[in-house]
């Protein structure tokens, strides 16, 4: 039996979930933008979902779009706050997903924005004293774009400070809220954001569906053109059953939010007790005692010849773990996270990531499993 351990790459999905998103995929298949009664139903249906997701962010519903995942909706934001918005300066931080440092990078290399890398403190929190002189010291028009919750190490962002910091200095913010949304209560109104992101599969949603919010007082030009869906914001016929099922997990969530969040803690914490007690040597990365996502724990073991191969030999163990991120389509190519704030060359980095369907005795199975293996 598998031990499944990578919650922060994707979930399994809500049984519930299932049960609404499958009246979409037989008899509820009319394409939304029919005029015609099958149309209508599920063109009802995404309506819905709109207004329920808007409800529980405590935004409006027409802030809501729905895209295909957090890289779209990131892809898009920060496309947009450059080629719409007039931002010629991007800052962010090194220890961002992916889905943000390649288009920003791309953006710089065709020189159309400069970008500049906020400073790290040693326990991989982004700097907000550097970010405030940076804001003081550009005279153009930039945007912030810094994650949420740090998908390998967990760190959380004080979003509301960095809004205000935006605020004050009338720049644009857009936070990947992918580890976030569906994790923790997002009162959209009372944040100074002008864009966020998520990803239905990241809480026991479907994969393949996400969100952008978009203020109301932004105006930009669509991503991807066509046929005008999504309020001519996101061309193309609607993911129906993705969007159903990504309301229906927020909504689960939401409800559950107090009690899954205090159990899933608890595995976390539990799991770097026992690695502490039990495993010489291991490290912690992130403030993980601190301000972090309660879904992730970030461990680094000492190096040998038996730990080098350790992912390989979780894997044949039947242990899910990841070394990072998941989306570099399979490539091991290492942790730029780790690299950024702990680059020791003789520790190997593992995360482990729960979810409110894993057990203590799934962690003790793995912790007498790593003892034996290092």
Known sequence: MRIYLDNAATTPLDKEVLDTMMPYFTEKFGNPSSIYSYGRETRMGIEQARKSVAKILNAHPAEIFFTSGGTESSNTAITAAVRDLGCKHIITSA???????????????????????????????????????????????????????????????????????CKLYNAIFHCDT??????????????????????GHKFHGPKGVGLLYINENVRIQPFIHGGGQERNMRAGTENLYGIIGFAKALEIATDNHEADSAYVGMLKYYMHEELRKQITGVHFNGDVLGQSLYTVLNVSFPKSERSEMLLFNLDINNICA???SACTSGADSGSHVIRAINNNPNQIAVRFSFSKYNTKDEIDQVIAKLKELI
């Open 322 to 324: 990841s070394g990072g």
């Open 95 to 165: 220890i961002e997903h992916h889905a943000t440092l390649h288009m920003v990078e791309y953006l710089d290399k065709l020189d159309v924005a400069k970008v500049s890398y906020l400073k790290l403190l040693p326990n991989g929190h982004v700097n907000l004293e550097d970010l405030e002189k940076l804001l003081t010291a550009t005279e153009q028009k930039t945007l912030v774009t810094l994650m949420h919750a740090n998908n390998e190490i967990g760190n959380l962002l004080d979003i509301k400070a960095v809004g205000e910091l």
């Open 178 to 199: 992918v580890q976030t949304v569906g994790h923790y209560p997002i009162d959209l109104r009372n944040t100074p954001v002008h864009f966020i992101t998520g990803a």
